[in-house]
């Protein structure tokens, strides 16, 4: 099942006609005849001239690894050759996209257009047609009908050959970036520096991120997703660093976490291992069969112990301090979600392709992914220990305050917290952590 970025060609064919399908189906189902798919327009910023970062449609790159070029569709009909309505304007102002090429292109219908307005030619004249993406005046038909975006958002769970493909590249360009990230945290830089050193070594522009980098010196690393990037950070008073950063390979993403101690002989670098251990036996659990709840349950299982075995909590044991809602001070995500084209990728709640959600358990707010595991998903394991201010004074305020060693716990504040993220795509008999299998590489 699992190949390298030199098979995308090789991948692809099999990829369109499983994409082709998928649509077949859920257009027969809804009872539209056609569809458009808008990959999206961009947009000016407010009393000004300059535009923010353009982001494509995901639906419209789950078909091409087209994910620069705004005013494209892609306009299928089944049982014809879907279209591409591919925007190439004369524009001495900016630099219009190259002639479409590459493995992809002769699967479709290439129609070019030089202006947005000229796309309506290239539409479906007659029946009923679904449009898919954000509202436009250009478009024509239902917009965004939710039984349709059920059943496709459904069917992505499942991850293609080409699309793991993709994947295992995000995470060999991904570590590139972490790996000299580490370093720059060693030779004592700042959060800026690391964050520029990322996008050198991972050879990524800011706005090709799948999502923001986290780069988070010290105590920064208790907010959950610290975007600032402090540029003056004192060299000598560095206790921690947490990087949560990935990187886009077609139009896929990978999302991984790390984090490091100054001090390799300290009790904050053991209480990294520890969780590290931790989240190494969450990703033994990923095999198919497996209810994503119980990784969850697992990893606050696991941060109970730690907390009880480094003396945070004292008095209880894991089940109780868990079982008294202890862990979710120290850990208040999620252990993980989809991954695909989007980094939070859809239908972690679907029950089916009707879009019946499965309900988050109790408690649990923030878990986005709530199903039973098939070969083929992909997600994040990504258990989390953290010192955070707000969520300690809270419990500094309950009856539960009386367990916590607070001497302890300040002690730590200034460490922020602990996340390691891994991705992992499950297999016919367990599964491959693609980001582990990087950083072996
Ligand atoms: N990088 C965002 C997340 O881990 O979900
Ligand atoms: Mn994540
Ligand atoms: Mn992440």
Redesign the pocket.
């Known amino acids: 099942m699992m190949r390298r970025m030199n098979d995308f060609a090789a991948l692809y064919p099999q990829h369109f006609e499983t994409v082709k399908a998928r649509h077949d189906r859920a257009l027969a189902e809804a009872g539209y005849d056609h569809i458009i798919i808008f990959g999206g327009e961009i947009h000016i910023q407010f009393l000004d001239d300059t535009y923010y970062p353009f982001k494509v449609n995901p639906h419209f790159k789950s078909w091409v690894p087209v994910v620069d070029n705004p005013h494209c569709f892609i306009v299928y009909t089944p049982g014809q050759t879907p279209r591409l309505v591919y925007y190439q304007p004369v524009d001495y102002w900016y630099k219009p996209a190259g002639a479409p090429s590459g493995y992809w292109v002769d699967h479709f219908d290439v129609r070019v257009i030089g202006t947005a307005e000229a796309a309506r030619e290239h539409f479906p004249k007659s029946g009923r047609t679904a449009f898919v993406g954000e509202p436009n005046e250009l478009h024509s038909g239902e917009a965004n009908p939710e039984p349709l975006l059920n059943a496709l958002h459904f069917e992505r769970s499942w991850k293609t050959d080409y699309e793991i493909a993709c994947l295992t590249e995000a995470n060999v360009r991904g570590v590139r970036g972490h790996r000299a990230a580490a370093s720059s945290f060693r030779d004592g830089k700042s959060e800026f520096e690391i964050h520029i050193d990322y996008l050198l070594q991972s050879s990524q522009a800011e706005e090709e991120l799948p999502y923001g980098n986290i780069i988070a010196l010290n105590n920064n690393a208790s907010v959950l997703h610290y975007l600032n990037h402090e540029r003056e950070q004192p060299g000598d008073l560095r206790y921690s660093f947490l990087i949560?950063a990935g990187a886009q390979c077609n139009g896929y993403a990978s999302?991984i976490?790390r984090t490091y101690a100054r001090d390799e002989r300290g009790e904050f670098a053991r209480l990294i291992e520890a969780m590290e251990a931790m989240q190494q036996r969450l990703c033994t659990m990923a095999k198919p069969g497996i209810n994503y709840i119980d990784i969850h349950m697992a990893a606050h299982a696991g941060v109970a112990a730690i907390l009880h075995d480094f003396g945070f909590v004292r008095e209880l044991d894991a089940d109780a301090i868990v079982e008294k809602r202890i862990s979710s001070t120290f850990f208040p995500h999620g252990v993980?979600?989809f991954?695909g084209l989007q980094?939070?990728d859809v239908a972690g709640f679907h029950g089916n392709r009707a879009g019946c959600i499965i309900a988050k358990p109790e408690g649990h707010p923030y878990l986005r992914l709530t199903r039973i595991i098939d070969p083929r998903m992909v997600f994040?394991v990504?258990p989390g220990l953290y010192f955070i201010e707000s969520l300690l004074a809270d419990l500094q305020k309950s009856e539960n305050a009386k367990y916590v060693n607070w001497t302890k716990v300040d002690d730590f504040r200034k460490f922020g917290g602990i996340r390691i993220?891994d991705d992992i795509v499950v297999t016919d008999d367990g599964h491959i952590n693609l980001t582990r299998q990087a950083f072996a590489g």
């Open positions: 949560d999302d976490t993980g979600h991954l980094v939070h994040t990504e993220e």
